[in-house]
């Protein structure tokens, strides 16, 4: 259904994958793009993936924050863990282990976690040791 984003982006991600259909990251971009225009989480946090990992498409960090931060403003945990992640370690941003901490708290406070990969092994600086 071209009118259904979550299809869309499930169809994306099976061309991902290669489940179903011949694998085709351009395709997979694609698919994921037109579903994040319509304002679909999971279409925003493929989207940012695929310019996170430059699949399909250029290796962009820039544009992964922005679809990451898309998601992670609806609600989408791995958005936040992968901003998280990005903010820890300062890959496509400025090193920000304050806000990074505040993702990972965000992260865990919203589901039950065997083990949370938090800030505290990412930021090992003196200057990030006092965010946590």
């Known amino acids: 259904d071209k009118k259904n ?37 999971d279409g925003h946090l493929h989207l940012a993936n695929q310019y996170f990992d430059g699949l399909g498409t250029k290796r962009d960090y820039r544009m992964a924050i922005r679809f990451y931060s898309l998601a992670a403003k609806q609600g989408h945990v791995l958005a936040m863990y992968q901003l ?40 090992s600086t003196a200057e990030c040791g006092q965010a946590v």
């Open 84 to 123: 998280g992640v990005m903010h820890a370690t300062g890959v496509g941003t400025s090193r920000n282990c304050e806000l990074a901490v505040g993702l990972f708290k965000n992260v865990a406070e919203r589901g039950s976690w065997s083990k949370l990969y938090c800030c505290v092994d990412l930021c």
């Open 5 to 41: 984003p979550a299809a869309i982006a499930g169809l994306g991600l099976m061309y991902k994958l290669g489940q179903g259909v011949p694998k085709n990251e351009k395709k997979a971009f694609e698919l994921f793009k037109q579903a994040a225009d319509m304002e679909d989480v």
